[in-house]
């Protein structure tokens, strides 16, 4: 019974973070391709919570999903939103085993590794280094972004909500 309710939660978490992301695309935006990144306090709360392999899969379904619903699976956008969100991960789980950052500084470190990945396929796409020049803004809104993620992951973390659903009935 443990693995089944384990499971349907990382579907639950699963489906959150697709509708995180779906709707904050909806969002008004300052900067063309700046998103708030709420999906990633899902997967900062699975990095903490389960397993780091449920992590990565969590990551990366919703990044297929997410665009096979917006339509833009194997697309440049496709491409860009894959490639940021492998690096974040990567960058997150080697943080947040290491403890030498809070929670806070794991979700800022991984917002800016999010768009250093999504500026790399960019040029690669693109063939220029001109994108690059965005790269400052982008971090600049990325460290903002990261605090709030990582603000509502340490509250999320601090309530232990995982438990209560997870607790045996």
């Known amino acids: ?4 309710k384990r499971l349907a939660f990382l579907s639950m978490m699963l489906a959150l ?5 779906i ?9 063309p391709g700046v998103k708030l990144g ?20 969590v990551d990366v379904l919703r990044i297929v999903l997410v665009g096979l ?7 440049p956008t496709f ?4 490639s940021g969100g492998i690096l974040s991960y990567l960058v997150m789980l080697i943080f947040s085993k290491i403890n030498c950052f809070s929670v806070i500084g794991v979700s800022v470190l991984g917002a800016i590794s999010h768009s250093i990945g999504q500026i790399a396929v960019a040029i690669w796409l693109l063939g220029t280094s001109a994108v690059i020049y965005y790269l400052p803004w ?8 990261g605090i709030l993620s990582g603000i509502i992951t340490r509250l ?5 909500i995982t438990g209560l659903f997870l607790k045996k009935q």
């Open 38 to 57: 709420l999906a990633n306090i899902i997967i900062l709360i699975l990095l903490y919570e389960f397993s780091s392999v449920e992590a990565f899969w």
């Open 79 to 82: 491409f860009m939103s894959l």
């Open 17 to 21: 973070a697709i509708v995180l992301n």
């Open 156 to 160: 999320y973390l601090k309530r232990n």
């Open 69 to 75: 619903i917006r339509g833009t699976f194997l697309s």
């Open 23 to 31: 709707v904050e695309s909806f969002l008004p935006v300052f900067i």
């Open 1 to 4: 019974m443990k693995s089944i």
């Open 138 to 145: 982008i971090a600049l809104l990325s460290v903002l972004t």
